[in-house]
C-alpha cells in the first residue's frame, strides 16, 4: 500500500469531570455475565480515585503494578487468569499513567489471541481483535491514549505490539485526574511528549499530517514548561492535549534516536521510559542542537535534575545487549537518520553514546 491507512481510537470524550460519564459510556459494551475489568495504576490503591470507578455486578478491579514498565510475562499472567477465570470479559478498561495504558492495551489483545505476548511483539503481528478496551490517563505525555503500539518488555527485547487492533476503542481525557500527579513524575513523561514533537518534526518520515499535531504539541510544551510562571489548572489541561496531539504526530510518522536509545536503558536497567528519554535527550546535542537547548532551557526553569553516569559501571556484555536491543529498532533510526542509518549508527558510535549517560 503506497500510503498507510492509519486506524485511529474510536471515541473520544474530553473535559474536566469526563471521567464521571464512564459508567454511561461502557454500559453498552457490556455482556451478559462478562465483567469490565479495571486495571488501576497501584498508584491510586486506597486513594479517592478508587471510589469513583463504576464497578457493577461481578466488575473485577486489577492494580496495575508498574513499578517497572510492563512485561510480556505479566500480560501472559493477566490475560490467562481472566480466560480461566471468566471466559471473556466485556473489556478493559486501564486508569493510570502509560504504562497502564500499554498494559490494559496489551491484555485486551491477548484475550482475542494466542500464545504469548511475546509473539506479537512488532509491526502487524497481531491478527485478531481483542475486548473492547478503555484508556484513561492520569498522567500528560506518553501519547500511549492514542497511539497503534503497546510497548513490552520481553524475553528477548523491548518492542510493542504494533497493530492495527491496538489502538483504544474509547479514550477518557479529564485533565482533573492529573491534578496531584508528582511534579517530577509530570515533568518526565511531559518530556516524553516535546522528545516526540522533536523527533517527529526533525524526522526523514515527515509529512503535513505529522507536523501538524506535532507542532501544535510542541507550542503547547513550550507555553506549559517555559512561558507559565507556575503551574496551575490550565496547564494540565494545555498538557493533556499536547499528549494527545504529540502522540498523533508520531502515529504517521515515527520517533528517533533519545527513543531508540532509551529502550536500551529501560531493557537492561529498568529506566521508566519519561526519565530514560530525558537522560538521553540530555546528550543529544549533535542529532537535535536546537531542541536540547531548549530542553535544558526547561529544566533549568524549575530545578529539575536529570540523572548522569548511569551507565558508568557497566559491562561489555551489558552494553553489547543494550546495543542489540537499540538497532533492533529500525524504523525509529531510519526517521532519525534516514536509509542509510546502519552506515552512521555504527556499534562503537552508539557504545560512545550509552557511556555518555
Known amino acids: 500500500m503506497q500510503f498507510r491507512n492509519f486506524k485511529m481510537v474510536g471515541y473520544v470524550v474530553y473535559g474536566r469531570g469526563s471521567f464521571n460519564q464512564l459508567d454511561e459510556i461502557i454500559a453498552p459494551h457490556r455482556k451478559a455475565g462478562a465483567p469490565m475489568v479495571f486495571l488501576l495504576d497501584h498508584y491510586f490503591q486506597g486513594k479517592p480515585l478508587e471510589s469513583r470507578i463504576p464497578l457493577r455486578d461481578n466488575d473485577v478491579l486489577l492494580y496495575a503494578d508498574v513499578t517497572y514498565e510492563p512485561k510480556t510475562t505479566q500480560v501472559d499472567r493477566i490475560a490467562s487468569e481472566l480466560k ?39 509491526w502487524d503481528l497481531v491478527q485478531q481483535p481483542g475486548v473492547y478496551k478503555v484508556g484513561i490517563p492520569t498522567l500528560s505525555g506518553t501519547g500511549a491514549e492514542v497511539s497503534r503500539t503497546t510497548v513490552l518488555t520481553g524475553p528477548t527485547r523491548k518492542l510493542g505490539m504494533n497493530s492495527d487492533f491496538t489502538p483504544f476503542d474509547q479514550i477518557v481525557l479529564d485533565p482533573e485526574l492529573t491534578k496531584d500527579a508528582p511534579k517530577n513524575q509530570r515533568f518526565y513523561t511531559g518530556m516524553d511528549c516535546y522528545i516526540h514533537c522533536i523527533e517527529s518534526l526533525e524526522g526523514t518520515y515527515l509529512n503535513e499530517f505529522s507536523k501538524s499535531y506535532g507542532e501544535k504539541a510542541l507550542q503547547l510544551c513550550r507555553e506549559v514548561f517555559l512561558e507559565e510562571p507556575a503551574w496551575t ?41 519519561g526519565i530514560g528519554n530525558c537522560i538521553v535527550f540530555d546528550q543529544l546535542e549533535e542529532f537535535y542542537p536546537a531542541g536540547v537547548a531548549e530542553f535544558k532551557r526547561m529544566v533549568a526553569k524549575d530545578g529539575y535534575e536529570i540523572p548522569k553516569g548511569i551507565c558508568a559501571n557497566l559491562t561489555d556484555e551489558q552494553f553489547d545487549k543494550m546495543i542489540d536491543v537499540s538497532l533492533g529498532m529500525k524504523p525509529l533510526w531510519e526517521n532519525a537518520l534516514g536509509k542509510n542509518w546502519e552506515a552512521q549508527m555504527t556499534r562503537s558510535r552508539l557504545r560512545a553514546l550509552y557511556e555518555k549517560l
Open 84 to 122: 480461566e477465570a471468566y471466559g471473556t470479559v466485556s473489556g478493559i478498561i486501564g486508569i493510570g499513567g502509560g504504562s497502564t495504558m500499554d498494559l490494559a492495551k496489551a491484555v485486551s489483545l491477548m484475550m482475542g489471541n494466542t500464545g504469548s505476548s511475546a509473539d506479537y511483539q512488532g
Open 233 to 273: 489548572d490550565e496547564c494540565d489541561d494545555k498538557l493533556m492535549m499536547a499528549s494527545y496531539a504529540g502522540g498523533m504526530s508520531i502515529a504517521y510518522s515515527q520517533v528517533g534516536v533519545a527513543h531508540a536509545v532509551s529502550y536500551g536503558l529501560s531493557y537492561l536497567l529498568g529506566t521508566k521510559h
